[in-house]
């Protein structure tokens, strides 16, 4: 299967600092990636769809001036989370389809924490 | 909207003990439905695709079916090693985006 990476695997920042969290697709090219915010013992919830060349398009209820997504590659897109508070730590993992494929394959996760 | 609903929450079998897992499903149009595995602390593994009432697919001791409501993931004399969070999550013609039930976490004891 394809290969999905992220980066950092954690992170520890103070409340009002903003992060940054990569997502690389290693072995193919993806213009559109996803990413999912999951929280203890829930599911994965869709938080935007990452477009490259072209703006994110946000779930609704997810704030994009907080979520600022990048895609700036065929391989590359980033999550900042601004003004980070601690309601805002989570376990965020992004996803890209194969090209040319229905499947998505996940990177290893992000875990966000905000003291 | 899309729902996925997944039953049980929590299961636990004796090493051996073959089980089935459930996911209900509404959708406005099948683009596929998906299991995936997920360990604590890990991102989802891929397991199966399916796009079609009728259709199976198999790995190992799992398989997975769908009808036009549901799918099983049936799971054939497991081992400890197949512990893990079961995901199931469908998306519809309209977006590639998946839409995820909450899990069954699956506990096999020895």
């Known amino acids: 299967g394809a290969v999905v990476s992220q980066h950092p695997s954690w992170v520890i920042c103070k409340s009002g600092t903003s992060v940054k969290i990569e997502c690389r697709s290693l072995d193919f090219q993806a213009t559109t990636m996803f990413w999912y915010r999951q929280f203890p013992k829930q599911s994965l919830m869709l938080m935007a769809t990452?477009?490259?060349?072209?703006?994110?398009?946000?779930e609704q209820g997810v704030e994009k001036d907080k979520f600022l997504i990048n895609h700036a590659s065929l391989t590359l897109s980033t999550l900042t989370v601004t003004s980070a508070h601690p309601e805002d730590s989570s376990f965020y993992i992004c996803?890209?389809?194969?090209?040319?494929?229905?499947?998505?394959?996940f990177g290893p996760g992000t875990r966000l924490t905000v003291l | 909207e899309d729902q996925v609903t997944q039953s049980p929450e929590a299961l636990r079998l004796q090493e051996g003990e073959s089980s089935s897992l459930n996911c209900s499903y509404t959708?406005?149009?099948?683009?596929?439905l998906f299991w995936y595995r997920q360990d604590p602390g890990k991102g989802p593994e891929f397991l199966f695709t399916l796009y079609s009432a009728g259709e199976e697919k198999e790995k190992e001791r799992l398989k997975a079916t769908l009808t036009k409501k549901e799918s099983f993931l049936h799971i054939t004399a497991p081992k400890p090693e197949d512990s893990a969070t079961y995901l199931c999550a469908v998306s519809d013609t309209g977006r590639r985006a998946l839409t995820f039930g909450s899990g069954t976490r699956l506990q096999v004891q020895p």
């Open positions: 990452s477009n490259e060349g072209s703006k994110a398009t946000y």
């Open positions: 996803s890209a389809p194969a090209s040319g494929g229905n499947e998505q394959f």
């Open positions: 959708v406005s149009g099948l683009r596929g």
